[in-house]
């Protein structure tokens, strides 16, 4: 199959997809969401990879969803179901990566704000150029966070720090993301993916039935409440957006 916004090479048991929308820093917006969502599902029944490393061009990875694509807010001619299907096609996205047998790993650099950290936080290991940093800005322009991020940031930073990072909106350098156990490894610039590719030849090296087995134990026990957290995020994202001061604040944030 071909792809608009992704090229995946193939390194026997690893593969390494490249997502490059080509402007405003990788910013999602539906189209490349979607194709994101299918990309995941590709490897879903794929025996052959054991290990997918994900990476932003050599720049960024992602300045967050693209706040002016008109078919991210442009409500006109929906129904009320299919604004709801649209709120719900990031976290689906992040649940195609999240539930992937194989080992995931994300490469990140120059920046990850938003959403483009929702994706990398429902992956198994991140890994993040030493300039980079990340950001979340959601509060900012009246939302929550939402595509099911709010509990796997809980799982890895503690309650008290992911309140910070949510509501503060302080951007995240890369040494204090390592320290608060947010990625997994600091690489030079220029070399995230190179080490995001190591590890997960790592990974494809062991006993694949055995990676997969234990990779399913350990998600069904760090997440067994995430669901319960976060199963309406995007319907509150809907509704908070909707509210007037968001609308204000979403302008503003924009410009």
């Not at 290990?51 to 300045?63: I, T």
């Not at 195609?96 to 990850?112: D, N, R, S």
Request: charge should be negative; proline fraction near 4%; aromatic fraction near 8%.
């Amino acid at each position: 199959m071909g792809w608009k916004f992704c090229e995946i090479e193939k390194r026997g048991p690893v593969a390494v997809v490249t997502m490059d929308r080509g402007e405003k820093l990788n910013a999602f917006n539906p189209p490349l969401i979607r194709e994101m969502t299918e990309v995941a599902k590709s490897f879903h029944d794929d025996q052959e990879t054991q290990a997918v490393v994900l990476a932003g061009n050599d720049k960024y990875f992602s300045s967050g969803a693209d706040l002016t694509d008109t078919e991210m807010w442009q409500t006109e001619g929906m129904t009320d179901v299919q604004i709801r299907d649209r709120f719900f096609l990031g976290g689906k996205m992040c649940d195609a990566w999240e539930t992937m047998p194989q080992i995931t790993v994300a490469a990140m650099e120059g920046l990850a704000v938003g959403a483009g950290l929702a994706l990398p936080l429902a992956m198994d290991w991140r890994v993040m150029g030493k300039s980079c940093y990340f950001y979340v800005p959601e509060i900012k322009i009246g939302l929550n966070l939402q595509w099911n991020a709010q509990p796997r940031l809980t799982r890895l930073v503690g309650p008290a720090r992911a309140k910070r990072i949510i509501i503060l909106c302080e951007r995240m350098q890369s040494d204090q993301a390592l320290d608060w156990g947010l990625v997994d490894e600091v690489a030079e610039d220029g070399k995230a993916k190179d080490k995001a590719i190591e590890l997960a030849e790592r990974a494809a090296s062991m006993p694949a039935v055995a990676v997969r087995m234990v990779k399913e134990a350990v998600n069904n026990t760090a997440n067994a409440l995430n669901k319960t957290a976060s199963y309406a995020d995007a319907d509150q994202s809907w509704l908070a957006g909707g509210l007037s001061a968001a609308r204000a604040a979403r302008d503003d944030f924009a410009k």
